[in-house]
């Protein structure tokens, strides 16, 4: 028979193990994002949303200062390729992601990522308006979005975006005859102005046949709902933490038949 105190010890460092498991695997968690264009029919669309959980580290453009290649990589096509690239090496542990096709009148699509909840607390997006030159939805402060509060739990469901905030990135000379999903691209100008808020212009579009066939009727008003981003999270079930607790519950009832014994 082992010796009290070795009997202690295993029992001890059994219960460490679970603990550790436990606390380990706590953070991981299994999130749901759903993306919803809210428009009226035959409005305004969304190229696909561009996104990351993340450490808040990651900022891809400022109010008033000129738009840099990521936001511009979004804001003129939709691509979207120099904004993960510059979100990959601000923040390597961040989860990114893309969510939808071209996301029409009263569409919507979702997808699951698992998320460190504790690692990356924070929500960053940017999805290109269409039909625009350069126009983006999308967060400035990359600390706006706190999804996860410090113990790991879910404080944001959604994020909704109405007219009003609709950046205008200031790249690209407005000219709807070279903008996306209405004409031809690849006439685009450079503007050389700022990032600022713009809905207005869109109303320009009214009338103009889309790609997809039906004609543009914006009808935004500052207040219209435009876009939500919503959030359901749920466990990541851990093959790995049951093995652990199965074998640390068997050491402890082994300890607990030899004192028995």
Known sequence: MFPCSLRISRLT?????????????????????????????????FAPLHFGFNNGSFDAFNLGSVATEPIISVAEGGAGGAWQAAFAAADPTATRGTLGGLL?????????????SALNRFFTFAAMVV??????????????????????????NSINQTARQIWDAGSEVFDPAASAFVGNNDLRAPQNSVVAFNFAELAAYNGLTTATGYTLDS??????????????????????TYAMMLAGLLMIGSVARRRLG
Do not use: C, H, K, W
Request: aromatic share 8%; glycine share 6%.
């Open 219 to 240: 009808t935004l008003a500052a207040d219209t709902s435009i876009y939500r981003i919503s959030f359901a999270v749920a466990p990541v079930p851990e093959p790995e």
């Open 104 to 116: 029409q009148p009263g569409g919507t699509s979702s997808a699951t990522f698992t998320v460190d």
């Open 131 to 156: 039909p625009s030159n350069d126009f983006f939805i999308g967060n400035d402060s990359p600390m706006r979005y706190q999804l996860f509060d410090a113990a790991g739990n879910l404080v944001i």
């Open 13 to 45: 460092a059994a219960m460490v193990l679970v603990g550790l498991a436990s606390s380990a695997q706590a953070a991981l968690v299994d999130v749901t994002v759903t993306v919803e264009n809210l428009v009226p029919a035959n409005g305004i669309s």
